[in-house]
């Protein structure tokens, strides 16, 4: 586990509270507002630990890497993205692999490839905001990027079958 050099404790625990805020705030503002702020807090948070005294510069830790390194990038790259890139290939392009590449380093960390990891992502943000945020279907469909609404909810009650909306990214 990291720990923060204590010059740099102060704000990066001043940004990650900000950044919990606006995680708390979600329906209080235009979503794409609270998107694009959670995104900011989140890179300014990162970029904060990342060049906090005492870390490491990313190419000269030996631990971590090969697969297992890749697939943490994936899972990061996902967490900041699922809502609107949905296919295997836009990870790769974005992490700069190819998509066979990426799905050996997603088997090899979880037995499952990454459209699973993909799906399961969106299913835990889809039963969240139905569930605890009281958000309606069409909402959370056009939320994760489904064009029909309909294909929502084919997936959320069987994710693991071919939809058209997981054949083509979301609309513009």
């Not at 697939?71 to 974005?94: C, M």
Request: with cysteine; charged share 25%.
């Amino acid at each position: 586990m990291l720990s923060p050099h204590h010059d740099a404790a102060a704000p990066l625990q001043q940004t990650a509270l900000q950044l919990l805020d606006e995680h708390r705030a979600l329906g209080r503002r235009l979503l794409d507002i609270h998107h694009a702020l959670r995104r900011s807090l989140l890179e300014a948070l990162l970029l904060r630990l990342a060049n906090s005294p005492g870390i490491a510069p990313g190419g000269t830790a030996t631990a971590g890497t090969g697969r297992a390194d890749r697939y943490g990038r994936f899972l990061d790259a996902l967490e900041l993205h699922f809502r609107e890139l949905h296919q295997a290939a836009d990870y790769a392009e974005l992490l700069g692999c190819s998509v066979r590449t990426l799905s050996r380093a997603a088997r090899d960390a979880t037995g499952k490839g990454m459209r699973e990891r993909i799906d399961e992502r969106r299913l835990l943000e889809a039963r969240r905001l139905l569930g605890a945020a009281r958000w309606g279907a069409r909402a959370v469909a056009v939320h994760l990027g489904f064009t029909d609404p309909g294909n929502f909810g084919r997936f959320f009650r069987d994710p693991y079958r071919s939809y058209p909306d997981r054949l083509r990214g979301p609309t513009q």
